[in-house]
């Protein structure tokens, strides 16, 4: 019997047991990012044979559950049936999503090449994958233009970089980011779930493990960055902002806080794209290693 909770802070250290040491090359299973769109995407778990299941629900409002959490070669096919049921009574649209492809590979040992199972990617959700050295040097033909603005940048404007934990700065990014979504006009539900992420995410810097920055022109903030180190090997970036208007500003923030916290690490995972085209231009102009294809499975 799935008995599901709703996530909540205080249980990051149930999910740390089953997320480290961190597998994953996606940003979904980070507990940050989680807690972040906790409230947008309905996100519930519960305890089964010692394993972790997480439940959610999508833009359009469709159920789904991610890949579980700390299950065996022996039971993983229990619990998917488990699953597999749940889904049928209480009419959730996916049995999976946001899955990698490590994990539809078990599934099809498990069952095959059955009819009723459907398991398509979903580009719009892959994850872009850079290499972090190659973020701060602004190295090659691709990131020249990157590069020219980051110079732009530095050499036109009177700018300051300040840490999260400076006085004061908390209280201008959460302004910020307020005007921001006051100035949108479209997507206002989906931007005011970001805005509660982006509070909580402030409000909670040190319990989740979370790194920022803030810059500012003239005195005043015009661009934030939130990231976290998963392992040695992954640091992911959950939440980018900066004044388009300004030439350079996103060139300079990102590869600013990379330099600044995530130098040591091999790969920066920023994210998925939504299927936003513009969102999409950006990330591919950026010239990632790899995308980490994510997978969804209909019974």
């Known amino acids: 019997m799935l008995k599901f909770k709703r996530l909540e802070l205080e249980d990051k250290e149930i999910f740390d047991k089953y997320i480290y040491p961190y597998r994953f090359s996606s940003s979904e299973y980070s507990f940050s990012n989680l807690y972040i769109w906790r409230k947008e995407m309905n996100t519930e778990y519960a305890i089964y044979k010692s394993c972790l299941i997480i439940k959610k629900i999508d833009i359009e409002g469709k159920g789904y559950f991610m890949e579980p959490l700390g299950y065996t070669n022996e039971n993983l096919k229990d619990i998917v049936d488990v699953l597999i049921d749940y889904k049928d009574h209480h009419k959730v649209k996916y049995l999976f999503k946001e899955i990698e492809k490590d ?9 095959g090449d059955r009819e009723n199972i459907f398991i398509e990617k979903d580009r719009d959700k892959f994850d872009y994958l850079y290499e972090s050295k190659k973020l701060i040097d602004l190295s090659g033909k691709k990131l020249r233009k990157k590069k020219n603005h980051y110079n732009y940048f530095i050499k036109h404007y009177d700018y300051k970089v300040k840490d999260f934990n400076e006085k004061n700065v908390i209280d201008d990014v959460i302004k910020s980011a307020e005007k921001w979504y006051d100035r949108k006009e479209e997507h206002k539900k989906e931007l005011l779930s970001e805005l509660d992420g982006i509070k909580d995410a402030c ?17 005043e903030i015009i661009g934030f960055t939130i990231g976290e180190t998963m392992s040695e090997k992954l640091a992911i ?14 060139n300079f923030i990102n590869r600013t806080f990379i330099e600044n916290y995530f130098k040591d690490v091999d790969i920066i995972n920023r994210e998925e794209d939504l299927g936003i085209q513009g ?12 995308l980490e294809e994510k997978y969804e499975v209909i019974v």
């Open 103 to 111: 994990f539809i590979e078990k599934l099809k040992n498990i069952y």
């Open 203 to 219: 409000r909670n810097m040190d319990k989740l493990n979370l790194k920022g920055i803030a810059l500012y022109v003239n005195g």
């Open 237 to 250: 970036i959950h939440i980018e902002k900066a004044d388009p208007e300004i030439r350079g500003s996103y």
């Open 279 to 290: 969102l999409r231009k950006a990330k591919l102009s950026y010239d990632p290693i790899d």
